[in-house]
């Protein structure tokens, strides 16, 4: 206990541990500069450990089912940003193109700036992760990782990799950006599942 | 590298105010654990209901043997973490810290840096240029610090030197006479081709000093960037 701390009163069930609701702001935080990327020469591709490597343009990943969430998402900087609005393609669609082998277990998550992040395969499968472009009805913004970052929101969001470029497949766990350095290789927020030990 | 460490008890041992919105906290650590410049701790609060609040600060000091490191905390308005410590805490008290963190966002004191940093951005760079000097290799460090007055200067009389470049945007440097404006071209010193740069600073300031250190020839990939602060 520390002295002369009380905290707050209300809390939002819908909060973590450890995690505060930032309201109306949206905290930008990212290790790189911001890239400018062109729709034009924007590709997404699903490889590795599948038995049909696929890249789609643009237009292309537009022509998929959108697929939408609404909820919550979680840093690991300790703030949450509650009901929001996310719609891309759902990662299952670009799976079920690729097509993961059957000893498939884990993916490391490709960024356009060299950034990336990795998950346990069952952590972006059965609706719980999107390649999103849209946020809150309009265009994602490129602080956000516009045009498209993936969004996984039932873990920590360092794991939505931004200005996302592809999935790579694998059948072993292979650790990303910060989770070299110190980061969990899961990151369930619920769990507080911050740093590597957790 | 090694995971970092558990949840230790970390007592307050000096306050000294930085401005009028900052202020550096030492702390003696139960377990000392020697940091690298520009990692960071986080702080956690208690309540007497189990609530607690946690936020990330950068070291300030640099990496010594002490077994004290020292955090320099900007109150940010409604701040749960930053008001506690500016308006509750004192010597003597005892928080709960957990740290090094950050294996990306250092500097080992072994090859050139331009560490670039606006206002309170300048926690991390300043370890780095603590570091530099004690261990006499100042001359790889070149440090630019961007503030609005000349009273939002923190390590006033410490962090000038041949190495630092202080810019501020409201008014002009009486040092230097440098007439009031944001950080421009002119303002950043060359980048040598085997330097990292380090920015550290609000998203504005990150991405405009990423902005013309790119236009300057710098490739992305040498470029380190730690920003705070939110877009509504």
């Given at each position: 206990m520390?002295?002369g701390?009380?905290?707050?009163?209300g809390r939002?069930?819908?909060?973590?541990?450890?995690?505060?609701?930032?309201?109306?702001?949206?905290?930008?935080?990212?290790?790189?500069p911001?890239p400018?990327?062109?729709?034009?020469?924007?590709?997404?591709?699903?490889?590795?450990?599948?038995?049909?490597?696929?890249?789609?343009?643009?237009?292309?990943?537009?022509?998929?089912?959108?697929?939408?969430?609404?909820?919550?998402?979680?840093?690991?900087?300790?703030?949450?940003?509650?009901?929001?609005?996310?719609?891309?393609a759902?990662?299952?669609?670009?799976?079920a193109?690729?097509?993961?082998?059957?000893?498939?277990?884990?993916?490391?998550?490709?960024?356009?700036?060299?950034?990336?992040?990795?998950?346990?395969l069952?952590?972006?499968?059965?609706?719980?992760?999107?390649?999103?472009?849209?946020?809150d009805?309009?265009?994602?913004p490129?602080?956000?990782g516009?045009?498209?970052?993936?969004?996984?929101?039932?873990?920590?969001?360092?794991?939505s990799?931004k200005?996302?470029?592809?999935?790579?497949?694998?059948?072993?766990?292979?650790q990303?950006?910060?989770?070299v350095?110190?980061?969990?290789?899961?990151?369930?927020?619920?769990?507080e599942?911050?740093?590597?030990?957790? | 590298?090694?995971d970092?460490?558990?949840?230790?008890?970390?007592?307050?041992?000096?306050?000294h105010?930085?401005?009028?919105t900052?202020?550096t906290?030492?702390?003696?650590l139960?377990?000392?654990?020697?940091?690298?410049a520009?990692?960071?701790?986080?702080?956690?609060?208690?309540?007497?209901?189990?609530y607690?609040?946690?936020?990330?600060?950068?070291?300030a000091?640099?990496?010594?043997?002490?077994?004290?490191?020292?955090l320099?905390?900007?109150?940010?308005?409604?701040?749960?973490?930053s008001?506690?410590?500016?308006?509750?805490?004192?010597v003597?008290?005892?928080?709960?810290?957990r740290g090094?963190?950050?294996?990306?966002?250092?500097?080992?004191?072994?090859?050139?840096?331009?560490?670039?940093?606006?206002?309170?951005g300048?926690?991390?760079?300043?370890?780095?240029?603590?570091?530099?000097r004690?261990?006499?290799?100042?001359?790889?460090?070149?440090?630019?610090?961007?503030?609005?007055?000349a009273?939002?200067?923190?390590?006033?009389?410490?962090?000038?030197?041949?190495?630092?470049?202080v810019?501020?945007?409201?008014?002009?440097w009486p040092?230097?006479?440098?007439?009031?404006?944001?950080?421009?071209?002119?303002?950043?010193?060359?980048?040598p081709?085997?330097a990292?740069?380090?920015v550290?600073?609000?998203?504005?300031?990150?991405?405009?000093?990423t902005?013309?250190?790119?236009a300057?020839?710098?490739?992305?990939?040498?470029?380190?960037?730690e920003?705070?602060?939110?877009?509504?």
């Open positions: 520390t002295r701390f009380v905290g707050r009163r939002d069930p819908r909060l973590p541990p450890g995690q505060y609701d930032t309201g109306s702001d949206w905290p930008v935080l990212t290790a790189e911001t400018h990327l062109d729709v034009a020469s924007w590709t997404f591709f699903v490889s590795g450990a599948v038995e049909n490597p696929t890249t789609w343009t643009w237009d292309e990943i537009h022509q998929l089912p959108l697929a939408e969430f609404h909820g919550d998402i979680h840093c690991v900087t300790t703030w949450s940003k509650l009901d929001v609005d996310f719609a891309g759902s990662v299952d669609v670009l799976l193109a690729a097509r993961p082998t059957a000893g498939a277990s884990h993916v490391l998550v490709h960024s356009h700036t060299g950034y990336t992040t990795n998950l346990p069952d952590d972006v499968v059965g609706g719980k992760a999107l390649v999103a472009w849209e946020y009805g309009g265009p994602l490129v602080d956000h516009g045009p498209a970052r993936l969004l996984v929101p039932h873990l920590y969001f360092w794991k990799a200005w996302v470029s592809g999935i790579e497949v694998l059948d072993h766990e292979v990303g950006f910060w989770e350095n110190g980061y969990h290789d899961r990151g369930d927020p619920w769990l599942q911050r740093y590597q030990g957790d | 590298m090694p970092p460490s558990p949840w230790q008890a970390a007592t307050i041992v000096d306050i105010r930085e401005t009028r900052a202020t906290f030492r702390l003696a139960e377990r000392p654990v020697l940091h690298r520009g990692q960071h701790y986080v702080v956690r609060l208690t309540a007497p209901d189990g607690t609040a946690q936020r990330s600060y950068s070291v000091s640099a990496p010594d043997a002490t077994g004290t490191i020292e320099t905390v900007e109150e940010l308005p409604d701040g749960e973490v008001g506690y410590l500016h308006e509750v805490a004192e003597g008290d005892t928080l709960e810290v090094p963190i950050g294996g990306w966002f250092v500097w080992d004191g072994d090859e050139p840096a331009v560490l670039v940093g606006g206002g309170s300048v926690v991390p760079l300043m370890s780095m240029l603590r570091h530099a004690r261990s006499g290799r100042a001359d790889l460090v070149r440090l630019v610090v961007s503030i609005r007055h009273e939002d200067l923190y390590y006033t009389e410490e962090i000038q030197g041949p190495e630092t470049t810019i501020t945007t409201r008014e002009p040092a230097t006479g440098r007439a009031a404006g944001h950080l421009s071209a002119g303002d950043l010193p060359p980048v081709d085997d990292t740069v380090y550290c600073g609000s998203n504005g300031f990150a991405d405009a000093a902005a013309l250190l790119e300057s020839g710098v490739a992305p990939r040498r470029i380190r960037v920003r705070f602060g939110a877009t509504t």
